[in-house]
C-alpha cells in the first residue's frame, strides 16, 4: 500500500469506530443478564453443619447479604452474589418454640407472596455426616419444602472417608454409608417406613478435611444434581452463577455464538460488498455482550468505551474481512452467508477465550485493553470455518 492508501485507509476505519455504538455491547450484557434471570437456592442447616462453605465452595466467596431478611424468622438471611444470577436463602435452622414444619411453611409464604426474582428454585437440606438418623424436625421441615413444590436435595456435609484397601482410594465410612442407605429408605424405631420426599442425596465436603476424608469432593454430583432438578427457567442462572465447571458454561456461551452465526448468515442473504461489513457490527456485538455475560464479566470495569469500539472494528467487520479478500481472492469483493456466519463465529470464539481468561483470572482486568488483539480471531480461522462449512453443505 502507498502511503496515501494507508492514510486512506485510517480515516475509513475511524469512520467505522464512530459508526459502531459501544452501547450495543452494553445494552446485550444488560439484556442477556435480565434474560437469564436469577436462581434461587434455599440452604437449611444447624448452625456449624457447613452451610457457608458449600455456598463459597459452588458459588464463590463474594456473596452479600442483602439486608433484608424474613421477617417471620431472625435466622432467615438473603444473600446474592455480584451479578445477582445467584440468590441465597439462609436457614439457620429451628427456632425454639416454634414447630419446624410450621416456620418453613410461615417462611414459605412469605417468599411466595414476595417478588418473582426470589423464588426458591431448589433446596440443600444440609445435615453433617457424622449423625445416623435425621430427627423428626429434619423431617417434618423437609415435608414441608417438598409440599411446597420443592425438590429437596440432602446434602450430608463433611462427609467422612477412609482410604480403601489395597488401592488408597476415598471412600465413604461404612458409617456414612448406614446413613445415606436409612436416608434413601428411612424407618422409625420400631422398623416402620418413614415418608420422606426427598429428590436426591449428596455426599460432599466443602473443604479438604485431612485425615477425615481427604480433598473437597462431591460438589460437582451436587451441582449436576441440582441442575437436573431446578426448573427449565432457572437453569442457564445456575449455569451462570456456578463456579466449579467451566464446560457449562462454555456451552452456554457457545449458544450465543450459534444464534449469532445465524442471525449473520441471515442478514448477508444477499451478499453485502466488503466495505459494508460493518453492518455485522450490531450482531457481533450483541453476541459478544451475551457470552460476556456468562462469565460475569463487568465490561464498563473492563474496557474503556473507546477501546470497545476499537475492538469492534479490529475484531468484528472490515479489518478481517480485507485480510480474507486478501488471503483468498477467490471469496470475492461480497459477503455471503457463509462467510458473514464464519466471521461472526470466529469472532464469538475468539471473545469467550479472551472472557474465559479473565473469568479465571489468567488475564489481569487492566491487561485487557493490551492483549486482546491476541485473542481476535485471525483470517486464518474464519478461512478454516468457511472450509468447513462449504464442506458440510456439500459445496
Ligand atoms: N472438616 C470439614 N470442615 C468443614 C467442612 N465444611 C465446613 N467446615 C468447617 O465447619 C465450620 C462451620 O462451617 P460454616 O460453613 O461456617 O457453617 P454454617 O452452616 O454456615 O454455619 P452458620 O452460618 O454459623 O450457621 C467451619 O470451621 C468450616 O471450616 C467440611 O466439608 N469438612
Ligand atoms: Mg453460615
Sequence with gaps: MTDNQESAAGAREDDEVAQIDP??????????????????????????????SLVNAVFGEGLAPTGVGLP????????????????????EGFEIGKVPGDLVRENLQVIEDGPREKHISAVWYCVTSSADRLTQPDIDQITAFAAGGLPVIVVLTKTIRARDFP?????????????????????????????????????????????????????GELLDMT???APDEAQEALVVAQRLSLPLK??????????????????????????????????QLGMMGRIAA???????VMMSAQAIAQL??????????RSLIKLIPAVGTVINATVASALTTATGEGWLR??????????????????????????????????????????
Excluded at 77 to 84: F, G, L, P, R, W
Excluded at 187 to 214: C, M, N, R, S
Excluded at 370 to 390: G, H, M, Q, S, Y
Aim: glycine letters at 10%.
Design 72 to 91: 417471620v424468622t431472625r435466622g432467615v438471611q438473603y444473600y446474592t452474589n455480584a451479578d445477582a444470577s445467584l440468590g441465597i436463602w439462609d436457614f
Design 312 to 321: 469492534a472494528v479490529q475484531v468484528v467487520g472490515r479489518a478481517l474481512a
Design 294 to 300: 456468562v462469565y460475569q464479566l463487568d465490561l464498563k
Design 354 to 395: 479472551l472472557c474465559e481468561a479473565v473469568y479465571s483470572g489468567k488475564v489481569a482486568l487492566d491487561q485487557v485493553e493490551k492483549v486482546w488483539k491476541d485473542f481476535a480471531p485471525t483470517a486464518v480461522e474464519v478461512i478454516n470455518a468457511v472450509l468447513k462449512a462449504r464442506v458440510k453443505g456439500g459445496k
Design 250 to 283: 462454555r456451552a452456554l456461551a457457545r449458544k450465543a455464538i450459534v444464534a449469532a452465526g445465524t442471525a449473520s448468515a441471515a442478514a448477508a442473504a444477499t451478499p453485502i460488498p466488503v466495505a459494508d461489513a460493518v453492518a455485522l457490527a450490531p450482531i
Design 167 to 219: 488401592g488408597g482410594k476415598w471412600k465413604p465410612s461404612a458409617q456414612v454409608e448406614a446413613f445415606a442407605e436409612w436416608i434413601a429408605s428411612p424407618f422409625d424405631h420400631q422398623g416402620e417406613a418413614i415418608e420422606l420426599p426427598i429428590a436426591g442425596i449428596a455426599l460432599t465436603a466443602a473443604v479438604d478435611q485431612g485425615k477425615h476424608g481427604g480433598p473437597a469432593h462431591g460438589l
Design 23 to 52: 452501547e450495543a455491547l452494553h445494552t446485550a450484557l444488560r439484556e442477556e443478564r435480565a434474560r437469564i434471570g436469577r436462581f434461587n437456592l434455599a440452604i437449611v442447616g444447624g448452625t456449624g453443619v457447613g452451610k457457608s
Design 227 to 229: 441442575l437436573a432438578l
